[in-house]
């Protein structure tokens, strides 16, 4: 069932109006954090005043996971006006760490009533602060369910979005992919000769380089790499930066290309098992990342993005890997950057190659399900009204236009949390080899708070001896690598560790300066980086009691930290991993309950496999 089919519609409102108008808004402030929070949801919550025409009175959005909800930011800009006030959210409050914030802070602060544009996408988050709410008192509506017309099916339409990325995650076990391509008027990409630069305007590029600042990862295929040595950095001064993906089966690509430059940027080549065994070496040697694939295909490597977590792909490659990607039902939006320029040529390559289509009829549609609008970075974009069901985005942006439209429809509101596994039955008497395994890793997982990234502040003492509270784990792991360094800008580093606005940040920050600065890593960081973990990993579960409840609740299951790209402290994509991290989960676990060391697996050695587990 479509979005544009599940909405009932009725007359004008304006009741619907001003409820419609607010939950826009609370969207286009979610979609300040775009990537910031990824692979976590985009919130943004207003406060407006009830009676007449309202007021808004506070607003606010989640910058990155760890930081201050949305929710309790608005209650806080409102102050005294939230008595009585409406709060609109463009998706239901989702708590999978048990602190309820966003939640109480509408129950303290004397909200009366909660729009919500969307509920939560996840099977484990859904639903549940709509009940906690109502329970206490609080009027819930939730658009498209209580309140329904066009006014608001257009803002839940806002809501789905905002958030497409997550929704295509959590209901087709896929990151979100796009497709974006430059062509010239007669639908060419290139001269025949190659040459490419440039077809759109310097207008169009900078829209790209946004498009990148929104994906987690983008890919590009060997010829790429070949005719235009492309570097694939956002460039815009932002944070985030997405991992750089080439798709390569021969591995018939120069050594010299900027893709190899890791320094500031991640690199990884996905080719075919037993390609060119020197050349992967030498990659590995400038520290671009190898991942090997029986049989290279989009779908394939899609897959194990999704695996290492990413939410959105951007996919800047030429026409063969491009109809591979389509063919292989992969691509579910495409931006076509289209410039006023002829080219001609009967060779010259176009955006799309073979996709084995022998009449019109077989063409693929865009389209866009009912939704007739998209959001950028400044906001919203109107287009056309011409055709209500087909898309119309046609966007001048300098002399060049760009058409924009899903290939795929946005998922509506009833996806399956793709989770690792998930086990109803605990019995202490089983063996490691027997025992049931608990998966942990991202939000969407409902022991989510098992990950170091969860954003549960400690307090421990610094080099000095002077307690200092951090705002989670990985803060305090990135930024012991520093301490006791000889190196007098060790400390500004720490600094900005301790200072990052939310974990992945922190992770960022830290993983950087320990490979551009490797002299400045403390000499024993190798020998004392489990010591540190599990320092940190008792201070949290220590101070917070339904963490401590949680993990008590494991006992008699394996704990596997579910990252297939960590061999260390995940378990690896085939179990290869060490899974560090659960290992001192479980470890930290016995001594809570008491147990003797009889089963108590080992934290320095052993293999984990999926099937089998050798501890």
């Not at 830290?510 to 403390?522: A, D, F, I, L, Y």
Request: proline fraction near 6%; include cysteine.
């Amino acid at each position: 069932m479509t979005i544009a089919t599940s909405i009932i519609n009725c007359n004008y409102n304006p009741h619907h109006a001003l409820d419609a108008s607010y939950i826009k808004r609370a969207a286009v402030l979610s979609d300040k954090s775009a990537c910031l929070t990824s692979p976590h949801p985009n919130f943004g919550c207003v406060i407006a005043t009830t009676g007449g025409a309202g007021k808004v009175v506070g607003e606010g959005y989640l910058y990155a996971q760890g930081t201050t909800p949305a929710e309790v930011q608005a209650v806080e800009a409102a102050g005294e006006y939230c008595r009585g006030a409406t709060a609109y959210v463009n998706m239901e409050p989702g708590d999978c760490h048990g602190d309820y914030a966003a939640v109480s802070a509408f129950i303290k602060a004397g909200i009366t009533r909660v729009v919500i544009g969307i509920r939560h996408p996840l099977q484990h988050l859904r639903g549940k602060a709509i009940q906690t709410l109502r329970t206490e008192g609080l009027q819930v509506d939730v658009l498209g369910e209580d309140i329904r017309s066009n006014t608001i099916e257009d803002a839940v339409k806002s809501c789905l979005v905002v958030n497409a990325p997550l929704l295509y995650r959590s209901a087709y076990r896929v990151p979100f992919s796009v497709l974006k391509y430059a062509m010239t008027l007669d639908g060419k990409i290139a001269a025949t000769s190659g040459h490419s630069s440039w077809i759109s305007s310097k207008k169009s590029r900078s829209r790209v380089l946004e498009l990148r600042g929104r994906s987690d990862a983008v890919i590009v295929g060997g010829n790429t790499v070949r005719q235009d040595n492309p570097r694939l950095t956002p460039r815009l001064g932002g944070e985030h930066v997405p991992m750089r993906v080439v798709m390569s089966r021969s591995l018939d690509l120069p050594e010299v290309a900027n893709l190899w430059d890791v320094r500031e940027v991640p690199t990884i080549v996905a080719t075919q098992r037993g390609a060119r065994s020197s050349f992967q070496k030498f990659l590995a040697s400038k520290g671009v990342e190898v991942v090997e694939f029986d049989f290279l295909n989009p779908k394939d490597v899609v897959s194990y993005l999704y695996d290492r977590g990413y939410l959105s792909i951007l996919w800047e490659c030429g026409g063969p890997l491009s109809a591979s990607a389509i063919s292989d039902g992969v691509i579910h939006k495409v931006h076509a950057f289209v410039a006023p320029k002829i080219i001609g040529g009967k060779n010259a390559p176009s955006p799309v190659g073979e996709l084995g289509m022998v009449e019109m009829t077989q063409a693929l549609e865009l389209n866009d399900v009912g939704i007739k609008w998209t959001i950028f970075l400044n906001g919203l974009v109107t287009p056309s009204k011409s055709k209500p069901n087909k898309l119309n985005y046609i966007v001048h942006i300098g002399p060049d236009v760009l058409i924009s439209g899903y290939l795929q429809p946005i998922p509506d509101s009833t996806p399956v949390i793709p989770s690792f596994g998930e086990t109803s039955a605990i019995d202490s008497s089983l063996s490691p080899y027997e025992s049931p395994i608990i998966f942990f890793y991202k939000t969407w997982d409902p022991y989510g708070s098992f990950s170091n990234f969860s954003p549960h502040p400690i307090r421990l003492p610094d080099e000095n001896g002077d307690y200092v509270t951090w705002p989670c784990v990985v803060h305090y792991y990135q930024a012991q690598k520093f301490a006791g360094s000889s190196n007098p800008n060790a400390k500004g580093y720490i600094e900005a560790i301790h200072s990052a606005k939310g974990p992945e940040e922190a992770a960022r920050i830290g993983r950087r300066t320990q490979r551009e600065h490797p002299n400045m890593v403390r000499t024993d960081w190798e020998s004392m980086k489990i010591e540190v973990m599990y320092k940190a990993l008792k201070c949290k579960f220590s101070i917070y009691p339904h963490l401590t409840s949680m993990l008590l609740s494991t006992s008699g299951c394996i704990l596997v930290h579910a990252s297939p790209h960590d061999l260390f402290w995940g378990g690896g994509r085939n179990g290869e991993g060490l899974n560090h991290l659960g290992r001192l989960l479980m470890k930290l676990r016995s001594e809570f309950i008491g147990d003797d060391d009889k089963h108590k697996p080992e934290v320095s050695t052993g293999y984990l496999n999926y099937n089998h587990i050798y501890i």
